[in-house]
Every structure is written in C-alpha cells, then in structure tokens.
C-alpha cells in the first residue's frame, strides 16, 4: 500500500522547550557538534489505491485540520515508497 507522511514541526518563531532539553542532554551524552534541536510529529498514512492529487488534496486538509496546529506548526506533505 503507498504511503503519505506528514511531517509536523513547530514554526521557527515559537519556542520549542522539547528541542532545548534533547540538545542540552546530547553534551552531556557525549554528542557533540550539534548547535539547535526541533522536535516534531511523523503521521505515516497507508491509503488504498494509487496516489493522485486529490488524494493529496485530502492528507494535505488532514494536516491542516487534525494533525497539525496552523497557528504554531508547520507540515509538510509526501508519499514515501514502500519497501
């Protein structure tokens, strides 16, 4: 079955208290090298039949309704090939 994902992430100008707590821990873990942390939300979607546009057009309204908050998130829209 084809795959549509949505990838879920605050907007750059809200803070993201998530993100600061795993990159104040990665220096203590050990890890360096890393200077900013966001952390976001994955939504895999298995839909039946091919991937039109419309179909799109549906996970794309989804987003903007369901599994995301337009007022501090962005998402992104993208069919994946299954393995």
Do not use: W, Y
């Amino acid at each position: 079955m084809p795959r549509v994902v949505v990838d879920v992430m605050p907007k750059p100008e809200i803070l993201d208290p998530q993100g600061k707590a795993v990159l104040g821990a990665l220096p203590r873990l050990g890890f360096s090298g890393v200077t900013d942390v966001r952390q976001g939300k994955r939504f895999e979607l298995e839909v039946v039949g091919e991937v039109t546009p419309a179909v799109l057009a549906e996970v794309e309204k989804m987003a903007g309704t369901l599994l995301s908050n337009p007022v501090i998130e962005n998402f992104a829209v993208h069919v994946e090939e299954s393995e």
